[in-house]
């Protein structure tokens, strides 16, 4: 069946260094990508996301960057800070119809930002 | 605005028993779906909700299933407890089930411990 494969796992970041993490996925049907940040004890929250006619979209710090052809898309995080660490996921989201999607999450990154 | 609420946050139950969860999801809101985080595994789609149908499905054995009542509110209910239902349990409103078109929103979970 389809899924989304994430890397790294885990990254360890030295604070004001960049920070990339990378999700690979399987439905060609796929046309849209969120990011979401969970911080510790916390909901996740929608930090970024990048629709299928877009090969860049950025927001500040944080960027997110598609390649349809590969089928994969980056979190791009630039001059880290300490309140950056936190568990990331990346989703594939497929339509199934006007209402309804298909939606599949990434394992998620575990962010730490080292002082 | 209230945000999506859900009910208890945290829970022991023994092998065996069974557990509902409750979660309310921001008002227009109606659909509901329902995640199973764990540290291996991420997030895994248990099933979603719209307007008191189970529309989706996932991979989770019969044991688990849910409801959603004419409020929208939505609840998940788990029999024969196992220890490998340990998980924090999440659930996501949005306007349609279309995440693409309107933002989805989780709530904080709910942490199952099963001894």
């Known amino acids: 069946g389809e899924n989304v494969e994430q890397h790294p796992s885990t990254l360890s970041v030295q604070e004001g260094d960049s920070a990339v993490i990378k999700c690979t996925y399987s439905?060609?049907?796929?046309?849209?990508f969120p990011w979401y940040k969970q911080e510790l004890g916390k909901r996740p929250q929608l930090i970024i996301d990048i629709r299928s006619n877009v090969g860049e979209k950025k927001d500040q710090r944080i960027a997110v960057t598609l390649n349809k052809t590969a089928k994969h898309f980056s979190l791009h995080i630039t001059e880290t800070q300490p309140e950056d660490s936190a568990v990331y996921f990346c989703a594939a989201i497929s339509p199934r119809g006007d209402r309804d999607d298909k939606i599949i999450f990434g394992k998620g990154t575990r962010l730490h930002i080292l002082p | 605005k209230a945000g999506v609420t859900q009910t208890p946050r945290y829970l022991i139950k023994t092998r065996g028993q069974q557990v509902t969860l409750s979660c309310s999801p921001i008002s227009g809101h109606r659909s509901v779906s329902w995640y199973q985080q764990t540290p291996g595994q991420g997030l895994q789609f248990l099933f979603e909700?719209?307007?008191?149908?189970?529309?989706n499905k996932g991979n989770f054995p019969g044991r688990f299933s849910g409801r959603q009542f004419s409020n929208s509110r939505s609840e998940m209910n788990v029999s024969t407890l196992e220890l490998g239902d340990s998980a924090l349990y999440l659930c996501?409103?949005?306007?349609?089930?279309?995440?693409?078109?309107?933002?989805?929103?989780f709530g904080q979970g709910t942490r199952l411990t099963v001894v």
């Open positions: 996501a409103s949005s306007l349609s089930g279309a995440w693409m078109n309107t933002e989805a929103f």
């Open positions: 909700y719209f307007s008191e149908t189970q529309r």
């Open positions: 439905d060609s049907a796929s046309n849209y």
